[in-house]
């Protein structure tokens, strides 16, 4: 067999290692691209991670210096990461986490061009003079640099930087391979974008079912739902405090909070709100929509005097029937970071349901004072039927029409005893009585009541109208009260020991007026008035 001539093999050699090199490149390129794919696929909601990743295995494929991973918020740049061993210099020397996008600087260029762009030699007059932020970079000893765009839909959202030491310009399939790191860039940063919110508008889903679920079971417990809302959107928001403010006395006070120090809270509750600019309750009264303070020390109209957490962000909520304020729902930051479009919709949400829950418990309570206005006027009613039946059936036995009189304003307001006395000349002796020990009947009867202030008949005499009184002791405070109305002309007082005035005072006025009519019917039996 003829052997091979030596340049022959020296060129099969040469192909050999060639081949073998390509063979390695593609395979590293290949377990790169699987590295980035597996890990964007385990962090669905972290981008930050999946970037770091996607930074260091650019690093250790390309044998670069540094890379940065830039991503553009707005007109700034928002998130940076820095990886290898001259990142630090890098980026102590261009500090493009608080510049705005700058096209003199490599990132911005690229962002703002939306095109890979590359420096072969960082030395180059030409390279220079196109970008002066280039010597930074050469500063730090980048010879060689890349930049390639981050792309969505089209369009440059940051930009893939890559920096070399040594003077090594990268070949087309680098430069393709680095295009292709950016969109997977972009895969990881959409990825984590759609996972959270999808998982933000669950968890939103989750929070209104919660709160409409104890709207339905709680409908007529005001604060259990107003506590719910306030723990919900504090948690979905990320504010570390949540109140809620209402009307009472014509200023507002706070109603629910959740989140709140001691301090805080006591302060809150000490404190009064009424329309102004000076806090975020006071503009949301005054201007009757959403006050949004993202710092409240940089806003010289704020002020609120005696605030134990005079800093951060503030972000008030009108709750609004028909157009009225009838509460404002509050957000607090501890520092000062603005609230997003999505979290205030989300309050306003919130707040709305806080309306829904108020109203119902407004009208559950209309229905039951006049569901209990109709219960005692019917017992009034069959009370005063009652009457009137004795009145007609005893009109000459007065003493009868006492009785029922006594007994049924005694039963109407719910009273624990009663007597009622006719006045005979100048004292006014006890005609009928109710749940009155002996000892107490006689000693009634022994000791007539007076027209004096000593007595409650004699304040009843001296005043001719209805008289509250209340007796007080050492270990009790106003223990009961008493109603009494005098007949004009005064002849008779009635009188019934309770403790609800105001709701006994009606019956005893109209069983005192049937009493009148008793009187008109059997004038006869009473005594003469001198």
Not at 290 to 317: F, K
Request: positive net charge; hydrophobic residues 40%.
């Amino acid at each position: 067999m003829t052997a091979l001539p030596p340049d022959v093999k020296a060129d099969l050699r040469e192909e050999n290692a060639r081949l073998k090199d390509e063979l390695r490149t593609v395979r590293d390129r290949q377990t790169a691209t699987s590295e980035i794919l597996h890990t964007i696929a385990g962090t669905s909601g972290d981008a930050e991670r999946a970037l770091q990743r996607i930074a260091e295995i650019t690093e250790r494929l390309f044998s670069a210096s540094s890379v940065s991973l830039h991503i553009a918020d707005g007109e700034r740049w928002g998130r940076t990461i820095w990886v290898g061993v001259a990142s630090a210099r890098i980026a102590a020397a261009i500090p493009l986490a608080h510049v705005a996008v700058n096209p003199q600087f490599m990132p911005g260029a690229v962002c703002l061009e939306n095109r890979q762009v590359h420096v072969a030699d960082t030395d180059d007059p030409t390279a220079k003079a196109r970008w002066p932020g280039l010597a930074p970079a050469r500063a730090a000893g980048t010879r060689t640099m890349s930049g390639t765009p981050l792309r969505r839909e089209g369009h440059a959202i940051g930009a893939l930087i890559v920096h070399r030491a040594r003077l090594a310009p990268f070949t087309e399939d680098e430069l393709a391979l680095l295009q292709s790191f950016a969109d997977q860039a972009v895969i990881a940063i959409e990825n984590a974008r759609l996972f959270n919110e999808t998982r933000e508008a669950l968890e939103r889903q989750t929070a209104t079912a919660d709160v409409l679920k104890v709207i339905s079971r709680s409908a007529f417990d005001l604060q259990a739902v107003l506590d719910t809302l306030v723990e919900s959107a504090g948690r979905l928001c990320e504010a570390e405090e949540g109140t809620i403010f209402q009307p009472r006395d014509g200023v507002y006070r706070l109603s629910a909070a959740r989140g709140l120090s001691p301090e805080t809270r006591e302060f809150l509750l000490g404190h009064s709100f009424v329309p102004g600019k000076e806090t975020t309750i006071g503009r949301v009264l005054l201007e009757g929509r959403t006050a949004h303070v993202p710092d409240v020390q940089a806003d010289p109209n704020y002020r609120l005097s005696g605030d134990p957490n005079p800093t951060g962000a503030r972000l008030g909520i009108p709750l609004l029937r028909q157009g009225v304020p009838i509460g404002v729902f509050v957000l607090a930051r501890r520092n000062a970071r603005p609230f997003t479009d999505k979290q205030i919709e989300l309050v306003q949400t919130f707040a709305d349901q806080a309306v829904i829950a108020i109203e119902n418990t407004r009208l559950f309570d209309e229905v039951q004072t006049r569901t209990r206005d109709l219960t005692e006027s019917l017992r009034q009613q069959t009370a005063t039927a009652d009457v009137l039946k004795v009145i007609s059936r005893s009109a000459f036995d007065l003493q009868a029409v006492f009785d029922t009189l006594l007994s049924s304003a005694v039963a109407l307001i719910g009273a624990s005893g009663g007597s009622l006395c006719v006045r005979e000349g100048d004292v006014f002796p006890f005609r009928a009585t109710v749940n009155s020990s002996p000892e107490f009947v006689r000693y009634l009867a022994d000791h007539p009541a007076t027209a004096n202030r000593q007595s409650i008949t004699g304040r009843v005499r001296a005043r001719s109208k209805l008289s509250p009184t209340c007796s007080r002791t050492a270990n009790t405070r106003c223990p009961c009260s008493s109603t009494m109305k005098s007949i004009a002309p005064v002849s008779a007082c009635l009188c019934c020991e309770t403790k609800r005035w105001r709701a006994s005072s009606y019956s005893c006025e109209r069983n005192l007026d049937l009493l009148s009519r008793a009187r008109l019917n059997s004038s006869r039996l009473l005594p003469t008035r001198p």
